[in-house]
C-alpha cells in the first residue's frame, strides 16, 4: 500500500510570512495526526483528527497553526505568522484501530526553516 | 510529568556488538502499547518493534527485541549483532487507550546510536 505523503519536503520563509504543509494518509486509517519535531527531541503532537473531526489539539498554538481534515481524507497545517521557534520538521501520521498495532504511519515530513 | 523517559542521549556500539537503549514510562493506565521507532538522517520514521502492556512475552523482531519489565516500567530495545546501518536515532514511545479513537503516541527525547567499526 502506498504510505504517508507530505509536501513540500522542504520550506524556508521569513519569519511573518504564512506557510501551508499538505499530508495523505494510507488510505483506509480514518485517524491522522500532525507531529512537531524541532531538532535534537522527540515529536510533540500537535493535533489528532478522527476522521473529520478534532479528538486533540490541546498542543497546538491556536493564534498561530490551524489545520483542517476536510472529507475526512488529506489535511492541511497551517502557520500564520511564523515565528523562529516554529522552525522544525512537521511529521503527519495515520493509523487506523483494527490494524495490527494500529497500523501507525509515519510521512517523510516537512523540514521548515524560519529566518 | 514526562512520561517516556529515555535517559542516554547517545550511544556508541562496536559493529557486530549488542547494545541496549533504555526507555522507561510512566503511566496509570492498564492496558497500553510501547513503541521503538527508528528516525535514520533522512527523516523518517520506521517502526521497530512493539509490545503490549498484557504480552507475556517480550516482543522480537529480527535483530530486535524489547525487554519489558512491567513492574519497574521499563522498555528498553536490544539490538544484536549491530551494524553500521543502524546509526540512527531511536525513539521510544507510548500509546495509552482512548475508547473510541486510535489513540496518539507519546514519545521519548531519543537516543542517538552510533555503530563504529
Known amino acids: 500500500e502506498a504510505g504517508v505523503a507530505q509536501s513540500p519536503r522542504y520550506k524556508i520563509i521569513e519569519k511573518r510570512q504564512s506557510v501551508a504543509f499538505w499530508c495523505n494518509p494510507i488510505?483506509?486509517?480514518?485517524?491522522l495526526y500532525w507531529y512537531q519535531q524541532i531538532l535534537g527531541q522527540g515529536p510533540k503532537l500537535l493535533i489528532q483528527f478522527q476522521n473529520n473531526g478534532v479528538v486533540d489539539d490541546s498542543q497546538l498554538p491556536k493564534d498561530r497553526f490551524s489545520a483542517e481534515r476536510l472529507k475526512g481524507v488529506d489535511s492541511t497545517l497551517k502557520i500564520q505568522p511564523a515565528k523562529l521557534e516554529d522552525s522544525a520538521v512537521y511529521l503527519c501520521a495515520s493509523s487506523q484501530r483494527n490494524r495490527p498495532n494500529y497500523g501507525y504511519t509515519f510521512g517523510s515530513g516537512t523540514r521548515l526553516t524560519v529566518v | 510529568a514526562q512520561k517516556i523517559t529515555q535517559t542516554q542521549p547517545g550511544m556508541f556500539v562496536q559493529e557486530k556488538e549488542a547494545v541496549t537503549l533504555d526507555c522507561t514510562y510512566d503511566t496509570s493506565d492498564p492496558s497500553y502499547g510501547l513503541f521503538w521507532y527508528k528516525q535514520p538522517s533522512s527523516g523518517e520514521m520506521i517502526f521497530l518493534i512493539y509490545?503490549?502492556?498484557?504480552?507475556?512475552q517480550n516482543a522480537t523482531e529480527g535483530r530486535y527485541s524489547l525487554n519489558f519489565q512491567k513492574a519497574r516500567k521499563s522498555a528498553n530495545l536490544v539490538i544484536s549483532a549491530s551494524q553500521l546501518g543502524d546509526s540512527a536515532m531511536y525513539f521510544c514511545a507510548m500509546r495509552e487507550s482512548n475508547t473510541g479513537t486510535a489513540s496518539k503516541l507519546t514519545f521519548g527525547t531519543g537516543t542517538r546510536l552510533q555503530v563504529t567499526l
Open positions: 488510505s483506509g486509517h480514518a485517524t
Open positions: 509490545q503490549g502492556s498484557y504480552d507475556q
